[in-house]
């Protein structure tokens, strides 16, 4: 049996990242190498020497929401609206800070429409309507939904989108991805590594810890994925000539996990487009992930226990007790591992 509290470690204050290396590529690297002892100090340009020649890069296309929103109560009081999932053309799934603020109450956006209060769903969360459309306000309205731990404001919105953002749904972004410039993924594909795309809209929940004293006992909220036909085809043609597949970060992990589809003894990637609830814990058989690109993740959480099942949590919990020795940043704008099987 395992427990919430055997994914706990100390970290000081001061190794939290609350700004972003630049250029991005320039962020450290852990390599965990295939002993368990063994932790290599590299820089993230350099992640090239750790892959060879037929590997594909599975990286999460999704883009980030500038959803969060300032608003105000008939009374005047200050309310602040995060922007969570879009359930419906005007209308949200959402996070709302302020007192009593109950179903049926019109709240007014700071520079945008108004918004009532549909339902009052689990703590602070509400489904709210706003009086017209905000997606195409928010680039104007909104501002970037960076995690509590970070206390410092961004000067440049775009530096938590990775590079390759494109399809928009994330209240967070998936930030093992941030360590990609332009010209380091152009130096991989001429060393013969490939990138294939997947998406899944990251959200809230992914700052969230444990709670419970058994992980088993939580409930982890469901994410939207994709795998396309052509990407799961991709996938498959280079599993099947002896490559490797790569996730970068947890996010995809879980999708690729998610479309892992087995039939007499062969694991194929499936295309998917919906939900998942997939929650790995120690214990759990990888199917199609065979090393992976993360960032240090935060004590007591899912995606701490997800990394420790990929590569056994007494390995994962002693690098990062080195890591915080060799002071390493931590968190979405730290520093970045890399774990073989």
Known sequence: MILTSDFDY???????????????????????????????????????????????????????????????????????????????????????????????????????????????????????????????????????????????????????QTVYAASTGSAAAPTAGLHFTPELMQELEHQGIQFARVTLHVGLDTFAPVTEECPEDHKIHTEWCEVTPQTAELINQVRARGGRIVAVGTTSVRTLESAAWVENGEVRANPISGPTGLFILPGYEFKLVDAMITNFHLPKSTLLMLVSAFAGRERILAAYKAAVEREYRFYSFGDAMFIER
């Open 10 to 160: 100390d970290l000081p204050l001061e190794r939290i990242a609350q700004t972003p290396i630049e250029p991005r590529h320039n962020s450290r690297l852990m390599v965990l190498g295939p002993k368990p002892e063994d932790f290599i100090d590299s820089h993230f340009r350099e992640i090239g020497k750790f892959l060879r020649p037929g590997d594909l890069l599975v990286i999460n296309q999704t883009r980030v929401i500038p959803a969060r929103l300032h608003a105000y109560k008939p009374t005047g009081g200050r309310v602040e609206v995060l922007l969570l999932k879009l359930v419906g053309e005007e209308t949200w799934e959402a996070l709302v800070g302020g007192k009593r603020v109950k179903k049926g109450m019109v709240l007014q956006v700071e520079g945008g429409p108004q918004v009532e209060i549909l339902e009052e769903l689990e703590d602070s969360q509400r489904l709210v309507r706003f009086q017209t459309p905000i997606d195409t306000l928010l680039p104007s309205i909104g501002e970037m939904p960076l995690p509590p731990y970070i206390h410092q404001k961004l000067d440049r919105p775009e530096r938590y």
